[in-house]
């Protein structure tokens, strides 16, 4: 999954961005509200960590440009503040949830977590023929035996599994499980599908994870 964060302090920026890479979320960072509202509508991305203050536009202006072209895609807001009136004034110009910094990663963890399982009708266990993947608790089964990934391989294969039976071309997968400002030359998809395979498929008399040749992957229980 792909998240946004807006905020100005480039530590706090950082700390943001390295714990939810750690946990297999793409991280794009913006310092600036100006270009903020054009990004987030421009880029499919999961959820938006917003800053409320920052240079430029204000947290609440790039939340009302966010809101007028993504009604639905789930926000948390920051701010260095704790008043009241701010936190009603954050949620009123649209944000679905408020955070005070100081603030634990874990929290805002779990809090983005909440808003993805809400904010769409997404499953919280996804299945495929035998392999089943349960997102709350972030385990993977096949045929009933655990199946350890990384952070990255479970992002990758928990996008699939959400678009199974369709082919998935190299650059969005990039797009979705990475970043934009990944190396497109590097041959990371490669390596970590063909990670992904010895953990899901080998042993198994039907494989799940298929090339689909001149336009990505794909994973079905069916012939591609």
Same mark, same amino acid.
């Given at each position: 999954?792909?998240?946004?964060?807006?905020?100005?302090?480039?530590?706090?920026?950082?700390?943001?961005?390295?714990?939810?890479?750690?946990?297999?979320?793409?991280?794009?960072?913006?310092? $600036?509200?100006?270009?903020?509202?054009?990004?987030?509508? #421009?880029?499919?991305?999961? *959820?938006?960590?917003?800053?409320?203050? !920052?240079?430029?536009?204000?947290?609440?202006?790039?939340?009302?440009?966010?809101?007028?072209?993504? #009604?639905?895609?789930?926000?948390?807001? !920051?701010? *260095? =503040?704790?008043?009241?009136?701010?936190?009603?004034? %954050?949620?009123?110009?649209?944000?679905?949830?408020?955070?005070? =910094?100081?603030?634990?990663? #874990?929290?805002?963890?779990?809090?983005?977590?909440?808003?993805?399982?809400? %904010?769409?009708?997404?499953?919280?266990?996804?299945?495929?023929?035998?392999?089943?993947?349960?997102?709350?608790?972030? *385990?993977?089964?096949?045929?009933?035996?655990? &199946?350890?990934? =990384?952070?990255?391989?479970? *992002?990758?294969?928990?996008?699939?599994?959400? $678009?199974?039976?369709?082919?998935?071309?190299?650059?969005?997968? &990039?797009?979705?499980?990475?970043?934009?400002?990944?190396?497109?030359?590097?041959?990371?998809?490669?390596?970590?599908?063909?990670?992904?395979?010895?953990?899901?498929?080998? %042993?198994?008399?039907?494989?799940?994870?298929?090339?689909?040749?001149?336009? %990505?992957?794909? !994973?079905?229980?069916?012939?591609?």
């Amino acid at each position: 999954m792909r998240i946004l964060v807006i905020e100005d302090d480039a530590k706090v920026a950082s700390f943001i961005q390295t714990g939810l890479e750690q946990e297999g979320y793409a991280v794009d960072v913006l310092h $600036h509200g100006n270009t903020a509202g054009e990004q987030a509508r #421009a880029v499919d991305y999961d *959820a938006i960590v917003l800053d409320l203050m !920052l240079p430029g536009r204000s947290g609440f202006q790039v939340m009302r440009d966010i809101r007028s072209r993504k #009604a639905t895609l789930p926000v948390i807001m !920051l701010t *260095a =503040k704790n008043s009241l009136d701010e936190r009603v004034a %954050g949620l009123d110009a649209g944000a679905d949830d408020y955070m005070s =910094k100081p603030f634990a990663l #874990a929290e805002l963890s779990a809090r983005l977590r909440a808003l993805l399982r809400r %904010g769409a009708p997404r499953e919280s266990v996804l299945r495929v023929a035998d392999l089943e993947m349960d997102t709350i608790r972030r *385990a993977v089964r096949r045929a009933g035996s655990a &199946i350890d990934l =990384k952070p990255k391989e479970y *992002a990758l294969l928990e996008f699939l599994m959400r $678009h199974t039976d369709r082919p998935l071309t190299r650059s969005l997968i &990039i797009e979705h499980v990475w970043n934009i400002h990944f190396d497109s030359i590097s041959n990371v998809v490669e390596v970590h599908i063909n990670s992904l395979r010895n953990k899901v498929d080998r %042993g198994f008399p039907v494989q799940l994870i298929h090339t689909v040749r001149g336009v %990505g992957y794909m !994973l079905t229980d069916a012939a591609p």
